[in-house]
């Protein structure tokens, strides 16, 4: 039984970009890459998304998919995996020349904010107040 694949916001504006970024090259080589990029989503994300390592700059809970374009671009499919629900959630198409400290993946779905938890400023500020 198959996993329902999930694209976080982010992801897709990642995409978008991706499929920008093709269209400087010819649109047989394009069409190919964003094929390639829909078999990912739907036989190896969708059909096996545990057989992929966690993500080597993260670890756990994060996955990667490492997806090839051409001789030298590299992008990771960065993911979760919820067994539970059978669903997968992608969360970025990171490009592999990006800097590794851009990388900011969360967890989807995002908790509303009144649920969490406040950052350590948010704390000491309270904190001082009382």
């Keep these: 039984m198959s996993y329902r694949v999930r694209i976080d916001p982010i ?3 990642q995409i978008d970009q991706f499929a920008a970024y093709l269209r400087d090259y010819s649109e047989a080589f394009a069409t190919e890459q964003i094929e390639r990029l829909n078999q990912t989503f739907k036989f190896n994300l969708a059909e096996s ?3 992929w390592s ?3 700059l993260t670890g756990a809970p994060y996955r990667g998919y490492l997806f090839r374009v051409g001789r030298r671009t590299q992008y990771w499919i960065i993911y979760t995996v919820d067994e539970g629900s059978r669903a997968v959630d992608v969360l970025s198409l ?4 990006r800097n590794p400290k851009t990388l900011t993946p969360r967890r989807s ?3 509303p904010r009144s649920t969490a938890r406040p950052t350590r400023r948010a704390r000491l ?3 001082r107040t009382r």
């Design 109 to 111: 779905p995002r908790l």
């Design 11 to 13: 992801a897709m504006r």
């Design 49 to 51: 998304p545990l057989t």
């Design 125 to 127: 500020r309270r904190s």
């Design 54 to 56: 966690y993500f080597p």
């Design 94 to 97: 990171w490009n592999t020349a």
